[in-house]
C-alpha cells in the first residue's frame, strides 16, 4: 500500500493566505463602517434643503387717504411657504384727531367689509395715530393692507408707513 502523496507548502504560502482572508473581511465589512450620514441625519447622501426666509417691503411711502375712503395694498405670501407674518408701523396725520385704521384681512373678509358687513381680520389696529403691525397670516392666499378713513367725513389722512412681508421658503 502506498501512502499518499504529502503536499508541500512554501513558507509565504500561510501567511499569504491569512493575508488574502484579511484584505477580503476588510473589503467586505469596511463600506458599511464608514459614516456617509450627512448634516440632515438621513443617510441617503440627498443634497440637504436649508429654509431661507425672505422679507419683501409692502409700502414704505406716505399714503394719503382722503375723507369717507380707504387705500388697500394686494400682497400674499408664496403657497408652500411658512412662517409668514406682516410688520411694520405707521403715524397718521391730519383732521382733529390724526387718527386711521389699519387692516389686514383676506379676499372673501375684504369683501364683506367693502359692503359694511362682519368681517374677520389678521390685524385691526383699531383708530390709532400711531401703531405697530405685527400680524401672522397664511400663504397662498391673496391679502389685503388697508389704511381706513371712512370715518372721517371731512379730513383726509396722511400715514407715514413702513410695512414688510416676511416668510420662509
Known amino acids: ?7 508541500k507548502y512554501s513558507k509565504l504560502a500561510i501567511p499569504a493566505a491569512v493575508g488574502a482572508a484579511v484584505v477580503f473581511v476588510v473589503l467586505m465589512v ?3 463602517l464608514v459614516n456617509t450620514n450627512n448634516y440632515s441625519g438621513g ?3 440627498a443634497p440637504v434643503y436649508v429654509p431661507t426666509q425672505h422679507t419683501a417691503s ?6 394719503h387717504v382722503n375723507a369717507h375712503t380707504y387705500t388697500y395694498y394686494t400682497f400674499s405670501a408664496p403657497s ?34 367693502r359692503n ?19 400680524a401672522n ?3 397662498g392666499q391673496t391679502l389685503y393692507l388697508i389704511y381706513d378713513n371712512t370715518f372721517s367725513v371731512l379730513s383726509s389722512k ?4 413702513d410695512v414688510s412681508l416676511t416668510y420662509t421658503s
Open 1 to 7: 500500500m502506498s501512502l499518499p502523496k504529502q503536499r
Open 30 to 32: 469596511a463600506p458599511h
Open 43 to 45: 443617510g441617503n447622501n
Open 58 to 63: 409692502l409700502v414704505n411711502d406716505m399714503v
Open 80 to 113: 408652500g411657504s411658512t412662517n409668514a407674518y406682516v410688520s411694520g408701523k405707521f403715524t397718521a396725520g391730519g383732521g382733529s384727531g390724526n387718527d386711521i385704521r389699519v387692516f389686514i384681512m383676506d379676499d372673501q373678509n375684504f369683501i364683506n367689509w
Open 116 to 134: 359694511g358687513h362682519q368681517s374677520n381680520v389678521y390685524y385691526n389696529s383699531g383708530q390709532e395715530t400711531v401703531g405697530n403691525i405685527n
Open 137 to 139: 397670516i397664511p400663504s
Open 158 to 161: 396722511e400715514v407715514s408707513t
